[in-house]
């Protein structure tokens, strides 16, 4: 009978595997950690960029087809002042063809309230755009109004300026931006 000789692993080889084994696992927890900070940063900019971006584009939507700036307007029994944060516009209503249905107007306030900024917007009858109170961005940081004449009645551009900030962790990712918005179907003076 011949016996054969198995051989096992030593205890020198067994603590290089486990020895190895930590370090990749050390690595790939690092890689995950890196990985999931980034994410989380790219995530807050495309919070605050967006929202800056899409507040933006609604007020430029509002302020290019709108008659005039007005001085105050009374939404649904809540009176809204034209000024350094808020922004009153009277539109001329638009039926479904996409025309102007003559003397009637759609009304349009943006306002911010802590870090929220909306768009509360009342139609006119026979109007196609959408009523009623929208949030456009949750991350505001500052917003203000500047027109170019003192008298509402002569306004014919509004300088929207809007900040935008979002955290993660300790950190800050801010977004600013301004535009002048000039106001296209000015009436004309009498």
Do not use: C, W
């Amino acid at each position: 009978m011949t016996y054969r000789l198995t051989r096992g692993f030593t205890l020198i080889e067994t603590f290089i595997v486990i020895a190895m084994s930590v370090v990749a696992l050390a690595a790939l927890a690092n890689l995950f950690i890196m990985f999931n900070t980034s994410y989380g940063y790219q995530q807050a900019f495309i919070a605050s960029a967006g929202s800056a971006s899409s507040a933006m584009n609604a007020l430029e939507a509002s302020v290019l087809p709108a008659d005039q700036v007005l001085a105050s307007h009374s939404f649904n029994g809540t009176t809204y002042s034209s000024g350094a944060a808020t922004l009153v516009l009277e539109l001329p209503s638009i039926d479904s063809s996409g025309n102007v249905i003559t003397g009637v107007y759609d009304y349009i306030v943006f306002y911010a309230s802590a870090t929220n900024l909306y768009r509360l917007t009342v139609i006119g009858t026979g109007s196609v755009r959408s009523a009623g109170l929208k949030l456009l961005s949750a991350t505001l940081s500052s917003l203000s109004f500047t027109y170019d004449n003192a008298d509402f009645t002569k306004v014919t551009s509004v300088t929207a300026d809007l900040e935008t900030q979002a955290q993660f962790k300790q950190q800050t990712v801010e977004s600013h931006l301004a535009e002048r918005l000039y106001l296209r179907n000015l009436q004309p003076l009498p």
